[in-house]
T-cell receptor
Framework: GQNIDQPTEMTATEGAIVQINCTYQ??????LFWYQQHAGEAPTFLSY????GLEEKGRFSSFLSRSKGYSYLLLKELQMKDSASYLC?????????FGTGTRLQVFP | GAGVSQSPSNKVTEKGKDVELRCDPI?????LYWYRQSLGQGLEFLIY????????KSGLPSDRFSAERTGGSVSTLTIQRTQQEDSAVYLC?????????????FGPGTRLTVL
């Protein structure tokens, strides 16, 4: 079966650091994506990991451990505009299998 | 245009009617994907096209759903005899290729409401 788990909701304070975890069990694995989705808008690409380790891109970093079926998205220096849902998705051959998303609320 | 476009942006229909949703991918993108997102749910894969072919139809929820793509460009998702449970946002995405981890670019979606 295909199973992707992420926390449903998280809260954090402006300027802080937050880590959003994602664990997966899928029949195939060709990489893991993180997308950001603001309410009422389409998802936008944040990161892609296919090898173990940390990928850093500005305030956002993404980590992958294939042996553990685990990834996290790290957001630093949080801003109010980072309030959104963060979707973890596993690429299985030609399909993206999404988790239900983590709704992050950033408070001043 | 520069991005993926979808039409209509909103569609309200009565139960039992047929609806057609349209997607215009980014020019030159060979792969096109349809997803739906129900309220409070994650994105659900429906179907994807490589060129005009749909090698994977496993995600279509029932035989009331069909999709086609012509000219390697525009795609139409058709839902026949709509049911209330079909109410969702239908998202289209395109990528340069498939099978490789090319980034998928999403359109704004069509919000379908079945009364």
């Amino acid at each position: 079966g295909q199973n992707i788990d992420q926390p449903t909701e998280m809260t954090a304070t402006e300027g802080a650091i937050v880590q959003i975890n994602c664990t997966y069990q899928t029949s195939g694995f060709n990489g893991l994506f993180w997308y950001q989705q603001h309410a009422g808008e389409a998802p936008t690409f944040l990161s892609y990991n296919v090898l173990d380790g940390l990928e850093e891109k500005g305030r956002f970093s993404s980590f992958l451990s294939r042996s553990k079926g685990y990834s996290y998205l790290l957001l630093k220096e949080l801003q109010m505009k980072d309030s959104a849902s963060y979707l973890c998705a596993v690429l299985n051959t030609d399909k993206l299998i999404f988790g239900t998303g983590t709704r992050l609320q950033v408070f001043p | 245009g520069a991005g993926v476009s979808q039409s209509p942006s909103n569609k309200v229909t009565e139960k039992g009617k047929d609806v057609e949703l349209r997607c215009d991918p980014i020019s030159g993108h060979t792969a096109l994907y349809w997803y739906r997102q129900s309220l409070g749910q994650g994105l659900e894969f429906l179907i994807y096209f490589q060129g005009n072919s749909a090698p994977d139809k496993s995600g279509l929820p029932s035989d009331r759903f069909s999709a086609e793509r012509t000219g390697g460009s525009v795609s139409t998702l058709t839902i026949q005899r709509t049911q209330q449970e079909d109410s969702a946002v239908y998202l289209c995405a395109s990528s340069k290729t498939s099978g490789i981890a090319d980034e998928q670019f999403f359109g704004p979606g069509t919000r379908l409401t079945v009364l």
